[in-house]
């Protein structure tokens, strides 16, 4: 799962600072659990936001309006033959994706499986806490809880990718990664972090990231990507494939070779006292030479016992992360890698879909890393995919 610390330009269309990296967020959209709402400061704030003035009505606050998903009417155009509906009728999609409700019921974890600290109120709070703070060094014992979640999450990702066909929903995916979760006693990271409603992200064609599984249908020529996540012995491990839902067409062949290469190219460089602004320069060479473009509003991140912790590395060039790597870090990079020119995207109302601006297809591939003496150790690695090389 794609970090959320704050690394989003200025959300203000009238920002007169150049819309930077802003780290101001809006209350009240982080109490709905809408990602993505950062100012450059109060004064971008104030002008787009009806939480501490009045006068901008038509422009921010429609955000916070639209949220919570509407129940449809009987006449209502949006729901489907099959009763499904889409709840976000007036929004304006980008591409041809479309939400499918309703959502099943949220699913159950035993009792007896150990849970992270935001399993009951959605807030991260160590992870609050903590931010901020230099990247951890695990010791010896850590590095091996981390070896252990992260083959499991492995595990759960490839049977997850065997279930992907067309005709297969993505609430069913979402159940078998559920269950496969904790049937090996681990809690899947993504349910109720920060309000996220589900197990797994699913993010199909033009949804970059965070897509929630619901009713929709996996058709042939779709791309989906799996994004699996889980607590184990007190440690997170995380990953995420993109894959081909039957025959795919020369465009999505090329989007998931260059998420997969230049993630590649990536992991090549690091190594002890290799620079985390040094990814971005490897991947977004790779990206551009295939045609397509680095999505920068999301980050790789630090991961151990906290999901998301420092680092936050970024995938584009020229860059301003700061730090090096040192043996005993552990972290996540997976670029987000979009067809065409626009790295930039839009959120649906959910709070959490994000899809390309333009509507083309993106594609995205994840591996969790150890830095160890001699160099790197991928500890999420699985079997070379011949659809992504041509040797």
């Known amino acids: 799962m794609s970090s959320i610390a704050p690394t989003v330009t200025c959300q203000s269309s009238d920002c007169k600072n150049g819309r930077p990296i802003s780290r101001l967020e809006c209350p009240t959209c982080n109490k709905l659990g809408i990602k993505g709402s950062f100012f450059c400061g109060q004064e971008c704030f104030k002008a787009n936001s009806q939480c501490l003035t009045p006068c901008a009505q038509k422009t921010h606050k429609i955000i ?34 479309r939400p499918r409700y309703p959502l099943s019921p949220k699913r159950v974890v035993p009792d007896h499986i150990p849970r992270p600290d935001y ?85 199909i064609n033009e949804v970059i990231c965070h897509g929630i599984p619901d009713q929709r249908k996996l058709q042939e020529g779709d791309i989906i990507n799996i994004d699996v996540s889980l607590y184990y012995d007190g440690m997170h491990g995380d990953l995420n494939e993109t894959y081909p839902v039957g025959r795919v067409d020369d465009d999505s062949i090329k989007v998931m070779r260059a998420s997969r290469h230049s993630l590649d190219e990536a992991i090549k460089l690091c190594k002890p006292g290799a620079l985390f602004r040094d990814i971005g320069k490897a991947i977004e060479p790779v990206a551009r030479a295939m045609g397509c ?99």
């Not at 649906?348 to 591939?365: E, H, I, L, N, V």
């Open 64 to 97: 916070h309006d639209i949220v919570t998903p509407r129940q449809p009417l009987l006449d209502d155009p949006n729901i489907n033959p099959d009763g499904t509906f889409n709840p976000f009728g007036t929004f304006n999609f980008t591409g041809t994706m």
């Open 293 to 391: 473009a680095v999505v920068r509003q999301y980050t790789g991140h630090g991961i151990n016992d906290l999901f998301h912790a420092s680092p936050n590395i970024p995938h584009y060039a020229k860059n301003r992360a700061v730090g090096a790597m040192r043996p005993g870090m552990c972290f996540t990079i997976e670029p987000m890698i979009n067809l065409g020119s626009s790295w930039d995207l839009i959120h649906w109302p959910d709070g959490w879909t994000a899809t390309t601006a333009d509507g083309k297809r993106s594609a995205q591939f994840e591996e969790t890393l150890l830095i160890t003496e001699t160099g790197v150790e991928s500890l999420t690695a699985g079997p070379r995919r011949a659809d992504l090389y041509d040797d």
């Open 119 to 203: 399993v009951e109120t959605g807030i991260p709070t160590s992870e609050v806490r903590k931010q901020g703070q230099p990247p951890r060094i695990l010791s010896p014992a850590e590095q091996e809880k981390m070896r252990t979640v992260c083959r499991l999450g492995r595990e759960i990702l490839d049977l997850a990718a065997s279930h992907v066909k067309p005709g297969v929903t993505t609430d069913f995916i979402d159940e078998i990664v559920h269950n496969a979760t904790i049937e090996r006693g681990a809690y899947p990271s993504p349910l109720n972090y920060r309000g996220y409603p589900k197990s797994v992200c699913l993010s």
